[in-house]
């Protein structure tokens, strides 16, 4: 697999020295075998590249914000590409099957698309003011240096709906992607300067990339320079960036971890629910943040539903992911598994019934993870169903009435996705309700992951509140400012004070 990983960095534009030397070893999760060796930016690399970037953005705010779309234009089309060989090396280094890997890269063509109309589109309101001859209105303006770090299940996709948006409202950038996955993002970087070079007049170090671990994200949270922070990753990374950010009131986006429900009502329609399920649950080897990990079933659907999973689970192929057929792929890493086997254990000591999670493959593959995906029935929502543990574990739990299905699903710590699936408007209205989901997005029919990129995607609570992708996202990555303008050549002052002075 190495030469492989060689071949499509090489046709993605990495120099080969990038990625055959250096402290960092990149493993792919497929077999468990060293594909390139990287190295780690230091503190120094790091202060540079936020100089640069700082720099450049100082140049790149006043480029007209359509001529800025025209850039995030070129990167889509780089990205259009490229895109076989960007979603192959995904599957080499994430472990994502090959449709997973190719959603990946559709998702950052998507968010171009959106990107590029948005370029036309950064608008403010006029407000109708209390005062004669004046006009009240507000304008965006570009923010500063912002800072990306990212995980390792959406290695580039999460990157592109933050640079798309980023580029577009003024912004420079520079990105910390997951140590796991350094190879995708200097190719994704490869395709940046491809673009750059297309364009012509993009400042240097307008968008770059540091390979590092936590020091140099570190680096990001604690650097003035850096005003915006988009960090994606475990609620213990956000819990630990949020405080140091506030500190320096430096703005942040933070995607943290999930755990997310769905729940199933009698009216259901069961065939539907089982495919969605099963996706959700199943899909990305339960490496989403989306994932559905959570399953609250009215008492009346429990045993036909738990038994049409258990068929699903028990059918489900699992294995290499480079293979068509492979529905499921490994695990990240050991820990991932040590992880999942912990909360197996737990699960079954507070009375879970285990099927399936067994390790599988381990003969042909003693240095992966492969896991069939498990299927816990169980008693209540005890402590272990409460945590996120990122890998394929979906618990089981009834219920009688909708207010107890709402009260369990809202009853953990994380707040990002949830589903209802229902036959009954009453009981959709009610979960999309004030008093129903407490969710960022709560769906009605049809799983709680593969967020498409219009919307505004994030959650509430241990997620962290920040929102990304489609909707006023932007937002986020532009100053407001409001701006009075009095052309009536008289002075009131608003709430009708006067201040007269003889002058
Ligand atoms: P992680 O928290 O281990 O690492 C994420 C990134 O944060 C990495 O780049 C890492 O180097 C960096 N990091 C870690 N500690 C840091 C610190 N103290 N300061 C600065 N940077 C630090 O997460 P992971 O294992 O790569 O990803 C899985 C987690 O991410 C899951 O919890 C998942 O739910 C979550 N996730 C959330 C979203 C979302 O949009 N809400 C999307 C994808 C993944």
Do not use: Y
């Given at each position: 697999m190495a030469a492989e990983t060689a071949a499509l960095l090489h046709k993605l534009g990495v120099e080969s020295h990038r990625v055959t030397r250096g402290s960092l070893a990149t493993r792919s999760p497929i077999t468990g075998e060293?594909?390139?060796?990287?190295?780690?930016?230091?503190?120094?690399?790091?202060?540079?590249?936020?100089?640069?970037?700082?720099?450049?953005?100082?140049?790149?705010?006043?480029?007209?914000?359509?001529?800025?779309?025209?850039?995030?234009?070129?990167?889509?089309?780089?990205?259009?590409?490229?895109?076989?060989?960007?979603?192959?090396?995904?599957?080499?280094?994430?472990?994502?099957?090959?449709?997973?890997?190719?959603?990946?890269?559709?998702?950052?063509i998507d968010i171009c698309d959106f990107a590029v109309g948005l370029s036309r589109q950064l608008h403010g309101l006029t407000i109708a003011t209390e005062r004669r001859g004046h006009r009240m209105m507000e304008t965006w303006h570009p923010l500063g240096v912002a800072g990306v770090i990212t995980s390792f299940n959406f290695p580039v996709a999460v990157w592109a709906w933050n640079v798309a948006l980023a580029l577009v409202c003024g912004n420079s950038l520079v990105w910390k992607p997951s140590e796991k996955t350094p190879l995708v993002a200097l190719a994704t970087q490869a395709l940046v300067e491809r673009a750059a070079a297309r364009f012509g007049d993009a400042p240097d170090g307008l968008s770059t990339v540091l390979v590092g671990g936590r020091d140099i994200g570190e680096a990001l949270v604690e650097d003035a320079r850096i005003r915006l922070l988009?960090?994606?990753?475990?609620?213990?990374?956000?819990?630990?960036?949020?405080?140091?950010?506030?500190?320096?009131?430096?703005?942040?986006?933070?995607?943290?971890?999930?755990?997310?429900?769905?729940?199933?009502?009698?009216?259901?329609?069961?065939?539907?629910?089982?495919?969605?399920?099963?996706?959700?649950?199943?899909g990305t080897a339960g490496q989403r943040c989306t994932t559905l990990r959570r399953l609250i079933v009215h008492e009346d659907a429990y045993d036909e539903l738990l038994n049409r999973l258990r068929r699903a689970y028990a059918s489900v192929p699992v294995g290499d992911p480079r293979d068509g057929a492979s529905l499921i792929g490994p695990l990240i890493d050991a820990s991932a598994y040590s992880a999942m086997r912990a909360a197996l254990d737990e699960a079954r000591d507070a009375g879970g019934v285990v099927f399936g999670g067994e390790r599988v493959l381990a003969d042909e593959y003693p240095e992966a993870y492969y896991v069939r995906p498990a299927l816990i029935d169980m008693p209540a929502q005890t402590e272990v169903v409460r945590r996120e543990t990122f890998a394929?574990?979906?618990y089981v739990m009834k219920f009688r009435s909708l207010d107890?299905?709402?009260?369990?699903?809202?009853?953990?710590?994380?707040?990002?996705?949830?589903?209802?699936?229902?036959?009954?408007?009453?009981?959709?209205?009610?979960?999309?309700?004030?008093?129903?989901?407490?969710?960022?997005?709560?769906?009605?029919?049809?799983?709680?992951?593969?967020?498409?990129?219009?919307?505004?995607?994030?959650?509430?609570?241990?997620?962290?509140?920040?929102?990304?992708?489609?909707?006023?996202?932007?937002?986020?990555y532009m100053r407001r400012a409001t701006n009075t303008i009095n052309y009536s050549g008289e002075l009131p002052l608003a709430q009708g004070v006067k201040f007269d002075l003889d002058a």
């Open positions: 060293i594909i390139a060796r990287v190295e780690s930016a230091d503190s120094n690399i790091a202060q540079q590249t936020i100089a640069r970037a700082e720099d450049a953005f100082h140049i790149w705010r006043n480029v007209p914000a359509p001529r800025r779309g025209e850039f995030v234009r070129l990167l889509g089309e780089e990205l259009r590409a490229a895109k076989a060989e960007l979603a192959r090396l995904v599957t080499i280094e994430a472990g994502k099957i090959t449709t997973e890997g190719l959603g990946e890269i559709q998702e950052m988009s960090a994606t990753g475990s609620t213990a990374m956000g819990r630990a960036v949020a405080p140091r950010l506030a500190r320096r009131f430096a703005r942040s986006i933070l995607e943290l971890g999930g755990n997310n429900a769905a729940i199933v009502c009698a009216s259901a329609p069961l065939d539907l629910a089982v495919r969605a399920i099963a996706f959700a649950a199943m394929p574990i979906l107890e299905a709402i009260a369990l699903n809202n009853e953990v710590a994380h707040g990002l996705a949830s589903s209802i699936f229902t036959a009954r408007l009453d009981e959709a209205e009610r979960f999309m309700a004030a008093d129903g989901s407490d969710c960022g997005i709560a769906n009605v029919n049809i799983g709680p992951s593969g967020a498409e990129i219009g919307g505004a995607f994030g959650g509430e609570k241990d997620t962290g509140g920040g929102r990304e992708a489609g909707s006023d996202c932007w937002k986020a």
